[in-house]
């Protein structure tokens, strides 16, 4: 069956870092774009970050540019997001999902918790 398993979140400082990964299964990792979503408390889900197939491109919210590194490993199927200078703003659920536009297939992690405090 077809699962995505984050991994990597926690509490951290502002300023820390913390790298998020996902472990994909049950599908041909390499067809797919990978995303990574959060959502706050009370607000909507956004894009913080995207990946190409070939990992070739990648694109940012405005709000972490500068800051994370989205990275896929096509052998491991993996997708990592490595976040630095972390703000009390980016804490979130931070998701991991897989996206096949030709046919129309997503799929969603279970998400992972990043909480900022100092």
């Known amino acids: 069956q077809v699962q995505l398993v984050e991994s990597g979140g926690g509490l951290v400082q502002p300023g820390g870092s913390l790298r998020l990964s996902c472990a994909a299964s049950g599908f041909t990792f390499h067809y797919y774009i990978m995303k990574w979503f959060r959502q706050a408390p009370g607000k909507e889900r956004e894009m913080v970050a995207g990946v190409t197939r070939d990992g070739g491109v990648k694109t940012y919210a405005e709000s972490v540019k500068g800051r994370f590194t989205i990275s896929r490993d096509n052998r491991r199927r993996t997708v990592n997001l490595q976040m630095n200078s972390l703000r009390l703003e980016d804490t979130a659920v931070y998701y991991c999902?897989?996206?096949?536009?030709?046919?129309?297939?997503?799929?969603w992690g279970q998400g992972t918790q990043v909480t900022v405090s100092s």
């Open positions: 999902k897989a996206e096949d536009l030709g046919a129309n297939n997503e799929y």
